[in-house]
């Protein structure tokens, strides 16, 4: 296995054509009286898309069910107003109340998903059996677990809200149901986006610059699918396990999307991070993705070849080039 050096995360094409975002699915209300606020959600649809074979881990992206997902990243407001809204409470970076939500654990996000789902009388998606707020979970039995698309025994069958698995989030930052293309970035080209300190232009992301994160709804320009700072902004955690299994709670956890401060490399397809389930960093955050159409075509998986380092708690993984 030939190991790469990608730089430490937490420090510091094809044919172009012209492509329309995806409307939003809807706005949600979470919470009461002070501590009340909103989420956006966008539609994911094109069910059974193809795999993209290109990306890491290949292949990628596949998801056989219409879901949503979150349009922005969960902002220190939302997550400020969760803490006080029940009994736990989990320290966070603190930049402003339209940053993006940054050192929380993969832990931390999943607790802060689960209350989501049980204030509006949903199931708990994870499996915390410890009032502990950074100890790990326990997996589901694959009677209660997650089955659309494949056995997931991290989520529970009948959450409605919970963090996007690696490939609902590589859908939604790379696929053009457009033109049922998989880009490189999460743009709405498909190609490197211009790198921007804030704004919502087209094709630009927030990257490349040592200022901080933008606000969430000012972190560059929108996927195909009509969802913002999949790009640059803050990296975020993904559901699945770094080994694809989601076998047991202590494993590492994906991180993707690259952030403020890191260079194209880390927005594309190609590039691919993880951590302990109970490590935060600076420049990791989460969005929320949730409950749309059902479906019950299993969805396979694989492994690849990996390239891999790990610095500072972070691997770094890089689909090796085909020789």
Known sequence: MRRISIGLLASAGFLTLLVTPQADAGVITFGSGANKFEMTFVEIGSPGNADDLTGYPSPAGKVEYTYQMGKYEVSEDMFTKFNDSQSLTITTDTRGPNKPVTYVSWNEAARFVNWLNTSQGFQAAYNFTTSVVNNNIDVWSSGEAWQLGGQNLYRHKDAHYWLPSL????????????????????????????????????????????????????????????????????????????????????????????????NSVFLSSSFWADSDPAGGFISVGFRVASLSSPATVPEPGSLVVWSAICVGGLCYRRRRARK
Do not use: C, H
């Open 167 to 262: 490939d609902e989030w590589y859908k939604a930052a790379y696929y053009n149901p457009n033109t049922g293309v998989y880009g490189d970035y999460p743009s709405l080209t498909g190609s490197v986006p211009a790198a921007v300190s804030s704004g919502t232009a087209d094709n630009t992301a927030v990257f490349t610059l040592a200022q901080g994160p933008a606000d969430i709804t000012q972190a560059g320009g929108l996927s195909p699918f009509g969802i913002m700072g999949l790009g640059g902004n803050v990296s975020e955690w993904e559901e699945t396990s770094v080994d694809l299994s989601n076998s047991t709670g202590s494993s590492n956890r994906g991180i993707r999307g690259g952030f403020w401060d890191g």
